[in-house]
């Protein structure tokens, strides 16, 4: 398996607050993603990395910041949390740009925003 | 724009039946498609691929033939275990500037009975 952690795996919060999920990558992975998972929905790209500093949005952005700053560590930050963003959070890495195929998923993070 | 459909779940099985899962698609361009797992509690893992037209993938007995007259990717098994039980995502992926974007289907749960 790849080595991808998400920390933390659930949490529990309330409307209005700020919230910050971890992706750690042991693998070297140059590329990073960050997806919600929703009934209906399937898997949605909120935004991705494609090195150190370098962040685009993906096509569900809004109300969801990125920062990477290291090649191993992706985090994701609800500013300030909306009953909507309750969701699955997966993050992802590759080696090359883009692909399922590529890509590796981690354990995912249960959000529940009350 | 793109957009992947699946077959509407949960499809309970017995152990030993055989599996269809439709997956029907549309895209511009010509795509590449995969099926996707995510057993409970999990990150989605690729179950097989095909990249260009009349292309079967086949992993652990499962099998799916890239279709471009009927544009779709139906999953098949002949035999199917507890152990197969899972969400599973179909899923195409286009270039699209420098990024090569990902469209994934709603998911199609699978439940095998003993």
């Known amino acids: 398996d790849a080595g991808i952690t998400q920390s933390p795996r659930h949490k529990v919060t309330e409307t209005g607050t700020p919230v910050t999920l971890r992706c750690h990558q042991t693998?070297?992975?140059?590329?990073m993603y960050w997806y919600r998972q929703d009934p209906g929905h399937g898997l949605r790209l909120i935004h991705y990395s494609y090195g150190v500093k370098d962040t685009d949005k993906g096509e569900v952005s809004d109300g969801y910041s990125v920062s990477r700053s290291k090649t191993e560590d992706f985090l994701l930050t609800l500013e300030s949390a909306t009953s909507s963003q309750t969701s699955v959070y997966f993050c992802?890495?590759?080696?090359?740009?883009?692909?399922?195929?590529?890509?590796?998923f981690g354990p995912g993070t249960r959000l529940t925003v009350l | 724009g793109n957009s992947v459909t699946q077959m509407e779940g949960p499809v309970t099985l017995s152990e030993e039946a055989f599996l269809t899962i439709n997956c029907t698609y549309t895209a511009t361009g010509y795509p590449s498609l995969f099926w996707y797992v995510q057993y409970p509690g999990e990150g989605l893992q690729l179950l097989l691929k095909a990249t260009k037209a009349d292309d079967k993938g086949s992993n652990k007995g499962f099998e799916a033939t890239y279709r471009k007259e009927t544009t779709s990717f139906h999953l098949e098994k002949g035999s199917v275990q507890v152990s197969d039980s899972a969400v599973y995502f179909c899923?195409?992926?286009?270039?699209?500037?420098?990024?090569?974007?990902?469209?994934f289907g709603t998911g199609t749960k699978l439940q095998v009975i003993p």
């Open positions: 693998e070297n992975h140059r590329y």
């Open positions: 992802a890495i590759s080696e090359i740009a883009g692909g399922p195929s590529e890509q590796f």
């Open positions: 899923a195409l992926r286009v270039n699209s500037g420098g990024y090569q974007k990902v469209t």
